[in-house]
């Protein structure tokens, strides 16, 4: 298998042993790489019973088999068993962690144990080793990467990791975070940062046939309305208005279905108010980061990673507050904590509606400031809530809190929430692309009935482009059949479309099972009871 080294790293930073062996053959062939592979070295290394913050839980960063090789697929995954749900979980870290990894011709790093002292693990030249971050503990993600930027790709926790904050994660050259709280996990751990800087050339089995399907894909991407015209030039900002249109931005705790300043915080109005440039991860056609070039009236600071969505949506539209700067303040505040900006806004919305009140602005920073610092609410809004018996304000599935996606509006976004392995999560099956931006196929989004197949097929096909680790997005343009060349031509893999999702299926299924083991049952497969009120 052309496309992979079949090295497997294991570190012990309890005992400060490194050990490298071969990747099983069989493992490939059957999880492909990314979160399938992640997900079957955990169930395998990991009881489902086991506390996540013990030493014993794995930090397992994966590659896939065309990580530095196609276009949109640069990142890695990180799998563990989250502190913050107890599910088994899975980030797709974008950026190009990924590609540093292939090329030190690593498929996957196992980390375990707990260090005598604050530590980070440097992979150089295929050399991997356990170096001191004594003098990195207390920092947060600006400065440690910073400290060691030039020693590679750099995925760091900030001070919540360190304080075990729940809601905390991994930060990835300090724009690209995570959810699930994997960051405590590295924290109890005192792993403070993974350092990756790979120097081989990497190149694709058949040369001349991997081109012509990159041209393919290029020219789909190209095509692809939501990539080309809204992502490329926007962001995933891009889907404000098109949400606040359909009645799909859910606001004050989900307790509300329309905002009344989508405009405010829209693509189109933060294009307007700041000269900006594309920061694009390796190898991608899109640069849908947007990096502030020019400060505008409303904002001082250049350099600075506009917000997503996700944030947009958490600190605005969510809190009722329609002042831009004070979202991007709050997403600054988060990516330097190594916080996740979804469950920390979700949990403040929920805080806000238990007070019978609303956050302001300054209030805001300084609640966010407090859950960066190990404050209360950091152990996410389920946990926060049963104090004062409130778990019903806690918007979450299985314990992770739900992005901005309204699912009372978009039944297969619903059914993919409730269903999801990971817990509120959209991205195990983005339902809000066919049923809202009609891509890759336009379905009825008020339509339940006929949905479950649906939604099968993507999740099964979105568990196949995590283990290629193809960036989340690249599902408007990609499907099995073109996954399937590409990994003919580009690892000399041959696996056919329909074996492709059969695997996407059994990734699904491990998770599945490990989900159980952990005492999960049919009955956490449902939304908010708040969410089956005056459905529509």
Sequence with gaps: MVGWTGKTVYVDLGSESINTVRTDGNLIRKYLGGRGLGVKLLSELADANIDP??????LIFTSGPLSGLAPMASGAVLTSK???????????????????????????????????KPSYVKIEEGN???????????????????????????????????????????????????????????????????VVNGEKELSPFDSERFQELEIKLLKLFDASPVLSKGLANYGTSALVKLLDYMNLIPSRNFTGKKTLFADALSGERIKSTFELE???????????????????????????????????????????????????KADRICKDYGLDPIS??????????????????????????????????????????????????????????????????????ALAYATSSHGGDYLTAFMVGPEVLGRPVSLNRLILKGKAGILQVFENLTAVLDSFVFCPYSGFALNEELGSALL???????????????????????????????GFTRKDDTLPERLFENEG
């Excluded at 400065?143 to 809601?167: M, P």
């Excluded at 994660?169 to 940062?193: E, N, P, Q, T, Y």
């Excluded at 926060?384 to 806690?394: E, N």
Aim: charged letters at 25%.
């Design 53 to 58: 913050l013990s030493p014993e839980n794995p």
């Design 128 to 194: 991997v080793k356990i170096v001191s971050a004594e003098q990195l503990w207390g920092m947060n993600v600006r400065a440690c990467t910073k400290a060691l930027e030039n020693k590679g790709s750099v995925a760091c926790i900030g001070r919540a990791g360190e304080k075990q904050v729940l809601i905390s994660s991994f930060v990835v050259d300090s724009i690209h975070s995570g959810r699930g709280g994997l960051g405590a996990v590295a924290g109890s751990k005192m792993l403070k940062a993974v």
């Design 488 to 518: 003919l031509s580009g690892a000399g893999m041959e696996i056919s479309p329909a074996e492709l999702l059969k695997i996407g299926e059994r990734i699904y299924n491990l998770e599945r099972m490990y989900n159980l083991k952990a």
């Design 278 to 328: 594309n920061e694009s991860c390796p190898g991608c056609p899109l640069g849908c980061k947007k990096r502030i070039k020019g400060a505008g009236p409303m904002f001082k600071e250049t350099g600075q990673i506009l917000p997503d969505y996700d944030s947009l949506w958490a600190f605005g539209f969510n809190l009722e507050n329609s002042d831009l700067t004070s979202v991007l």
């Design 82 to 116: 989250s502190p913050l749900t107890g599910t088994v979980f899975s980030w797709n870290m974008t950026g190009g962690f990924g590609s540093e990894l292939r090329k030190d011709g690593i498929d996957a790093l196992v980390v375990i144990g707990k260090a005598k």
């Design 344 to 413: 920390a806004g979700s949990v403040l919305g929920a805080y806000a509606e238990l007070k019978e009140g609303i956050i302001e602005a300054n209030e805001m920073e300084s609640r966010l400031f407090e859950i960066g610092e190990g404050g209360k609410l950091g152990n996410g809004a389920r946990q926060y809530l049963s104090g004062p018996g409130r778990k019903d304000l806690s918007m979450d599935v299985k314990g992770l809190e739900l992005g901005g996606f309204d699912p009372r509006g978009i039944r297969g976004q």
